[in-house]
């Protein structure tokens, strides 16, 4: 079969290449397939470089850089404060030293010795007119600067004489400055008094070599074969000079054909021992601006994890409104990465200990700061991490008994019903208030409507969805959260320890919005937390090691996922934060159910009339409330069992049944007068309800 392959681009231009034959057999007729007319494209895009650095743009960078400068400053300052009276000391202790060796110097320039060997060359060679001309310099030399001397002592000693008599306390403050001059050049070179108030390590330069050297050790044969061949020849190539980026190093290169930096991510450990950093410094990654063999290398000079990090700016102050991004942590180049709560579902997952739960508490204290939204903590592992929201909770639960899970159940089956009744409102808005069916700014800062954030946080919730007796309900409520929540104002995150398809069922992980992997083992459970796919295309949190404590892939805030290291807040820092958002609450009226001591409703999401009925009996006219009510507890004692006559009357009444004094016979056999209601108004209730239900 005849060859049809075009010609690879380092050919030269017009090289003929045989083209199909027509008919098999017949020899094929060489065509040239690169025409050197072809016009080429042009300059398809144009980038400008910033006038001015990103950090003088940049409000927060700006500050950053300058607390830092000052930092330095006032501990420099605070450092050799301290020191001044033993610097002088010592000083003082070597200015004879100085003195010696002032003198000694004056003297040598004073009778020019440094051109005695000139003079001395001339005496050898025998050179009479160099010689001449040297000692004829040199007394011209010694003469004036004999002067200099001379006129300079006159001077120093007249002066020190004036001082003596108008004003000798300045007498000593130039003595004292000449004896510590004196101390200064006495100073043995290799041991100065004063050393440096900071010890820094300095690090090597990333240069272009490096960056070839550590790319040659990932074992990639093509990058090897395009080092060794001088790059061009394979269209390797940096592709501008490296730069200082934060703190670290910039290099773009454009990588071998066909090898793009998903191989280069892969390999990070091997690349970061080809570069001699730890791996913690070494985060290559493409440019979504770029084609897809574009490798974007960042060289950080301390492992992000090592990197001090700046302080959360909500820390101490600020408000926030979870329709608009907020700061909650900075990438690896210490950059600040911004979240967008509202109108999300989001889902946290990695192994063991990498941080979820203080991630998740940083997201529940983002909602707390905007004084507008109930939040709902449950922690599942019970160690009461989530502890610190309590003051500003609407729901708040810690543990996995069941008494717990019946906790979370009856809070959920609220949302549940919460959701219903916001679709119902948003249904019933105009369309100008309400223009694209979901819940906006001003409709949560509406009291009236009830259309505020509510934000749901789960710690370890594979435990809710693998309850024996309830994991079904609660999976499928937090799968309406998740999939209808967002558009109605309702945020809910889930944390889990386990990420496997039980833990998280799919309902939850395949329509999250905001998705944050800490490190994961494999690549099954970073496309659960991640999204389909991810893995293949290098968005690997596996790359993460042990100490990447905080440091996640998040995806669904901007384009692309990212590497973001989370605020480090901690518990008693969390409590701040929340005695400030409880604060900016009572301002705004907004304290509700755990924090001033509410539960949920148990009989949210039941069906009490159907309980009511069913628990009558067919052929009894009228029951006794308490009656009733002992038959709800052993109906579900986990909804009924601290129900007493009073809550079967209450319940009752918003459906038009009312109760009324009903003869009866005690359990002893008694004949006795006591409120009881009516068999025949249930059934008519149920009837007119399932009527409307009907109806809508
Ligand atoms: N953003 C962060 N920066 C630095 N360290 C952090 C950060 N977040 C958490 N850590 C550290 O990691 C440790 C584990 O955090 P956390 O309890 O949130 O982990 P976890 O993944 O929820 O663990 P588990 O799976 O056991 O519940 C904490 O003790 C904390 O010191």
């Avoid at 144009?46 to 940049?58: A, G, H, Q, S, V």
């Avoid at 003297?107 to 001339?122: G, I, M, S, T, Y």
């Avoid at 093509?222 to 490296?242: C, L, Q, V």
């Avoid at 937090?478 to 309702?490: E, F, V, W």
Wanted: with cysteine.
């Amino acid at each position: 079969m005849t060859d049809t392959t075009v010609p690879a681009a380092t050919e030269a231009p017009g090289t003929p290449v045989p083209a199909v034959p027509e008919q098999p057999g017949t020899p094929s007729t060489p065509v040239p397939v690169d025409n050197p007319n072809l016009p080429g494209p042009g300059v398809v895009d144009e980038k400008r470089k910033p006038i001015m650095p990103p950090w003088l743009r940049d409000r927060a960078e700006f500050t950053a850089a300058a607390q830092h400068a000052a930092g330095r400053l006032g501990y420099a300052a605070a450092y050799h404060g301290l020191r001044l009276p033993w610097y002088g000391l010592q000083l003082a202790a070597m200015s004879p030293r100085g003195a010696c060796r002032f003198i000694a110097s004056a003297n040598r320039w004073v009778w020019d010795r440094e051109a005695a060997p000139l003079r001395d060359h001339a005496v050898r060679t025998e050179d009479v007119d160099e010689y001449l001309h040297l000692a004829r310099l040199r007394g011209n030399r010694v003469r004036l600067r004999g002067l200099v001397v001379a006129v300079a002592a006159v001077f120093g000693t007249g002066f020190a004489l004036w001082l003596y008599v108008m004003a000798p306390a300045f007498l000593w403050v130039f003595a004292a400055g000449a004896v510590l001059t004196c101390g200064y050049f006495g100073q043995q070179p290799d041991a100065p008094v004063i050393g440096p108030a900071v010890m820094r390590t300095e690090l090597q330069k990333l240069t272009g070599t490096i960056v070839l050297r550590g790319l040659d050790s990932i074992g990639n044969p093509r990058i090897s074969a395009a080092i060794k061949r001088g790059g061009d020849m394979d269209g390797m190539r940096f592709t501008s000079e490296i730069v200082r980026d934060g703190p670290g190093y910039r290099a773009d290169l454009d990588l071998p054909y066909g090898v793009t930096p998903d191989d280069i991510m892969e390999k990070r450990e091997a690349l970061a021992s080809g570069l001699r950093r730890k791996v913690g410094c070494v985060w290559p990654s493409g440019d979504p601006d770029e084609h897809e063999g574009r490798l974007v290398l960042w060289v950080g000079d301390r492992p992000m994890n090592e990197t001090s990090k700046p302080a959360w700016p909500l820390l101490k102050d600020g408000q926030v409104d979870l329709f608009k991004p907020v700061v909650f942590g900075n990438d690896q180049r210490m950059r600040w990465v911004e979240v967008t709560l509202m109108f999300a579902s989001v889902v946290i997952g990695s192994i063991p200990r990498m941080g979820k739960t203080f991630l998740l508490r940083l997201l529940l204290l983002i909602a707390a700061l905007d004084p507008r939204s109930w939040i709902l903590a449950f922690d599942l592992k019970g160690t009461g991490d989530l502890g610190p929201l309590e003051p500003v909770a609407h729901r708040y639960r810690s543990g996995e008994e069941d008494d717990d899970i019946e906790y979370i159940l009856h809070a959920l089956r609220e949302v549940k019903e919460e959701l219903r009744r916001r679709a119902k409102v948003i249904r019933s808005l105009p369309r100008s208030r309400c223009p694209e069916s979901k819940v906006t700014p001003a409709l949560a800062s509406d009291k009236s409507l009830g259309l505020h954030p509510i934000v749901i946080g789960i710690d370890e919730c594979q435990v809710l969805f693998e309850h024996d007796k309830h994991g079904a309900e609660l999976e499928s409520i937090c799968t309406d959260i998740t999939k209808r929540g967002p558009a109605l104002g309702i945020v809910g995150m889930y944390a889990t320890q386990r990420p496997d398809a039980k833990s998280l069922p799919t309902g939850i992980s395949a329509n999250a919005v905001l998705r944050f992997c800490l490190k994961v083992m494999n690549h099954t459970a970073n496309d659960l937390v991640l999204g389909t796919g991810m893995y293949k295309s290098g968005i690997r949190a596996t790359m993460f090691s042990r100490r990447d404590l905080g440091i996640c892939w998040m995806g669904g805030e901007g384009d692309d996922p990212r590497i973001v290291a989370s605020a480090f807040v901690d518990a008693p820092k969390a409590e701040q934060v929340a005695a400030r958002a409880r604060k900016m609450r009572e301002e705004y009226g907004n304290i509700t159910g755990h924090a001033i001591g509410e539960g949920p409703a148990k009989t949210v999401g039941m069906d009490v009339l159907g309980d009511v009925l069913a628990v009558m009996g067919a052929d009894e006219k009228a029951v006794w409330c308490e009656r009733i009510a002992d038959r709800l507890a052993e109906l579900r004692p986990d909804v009924y069992a601290d129900w007493k006559g009073e809550n079967v009357t209450a319940a009752v009444k918003p459906w038009g049944i009312n109760s009324g004094q009903v003869w009866g016979t005690t359990d002893e056999g008694e004949g006795a007068n006591r409120r009881g209601i009516k068999r025949a108004d249930v059934v008519a209730a149920v009837t007119r309800r399932e009527a409307d239900r009907l109806a809508s």
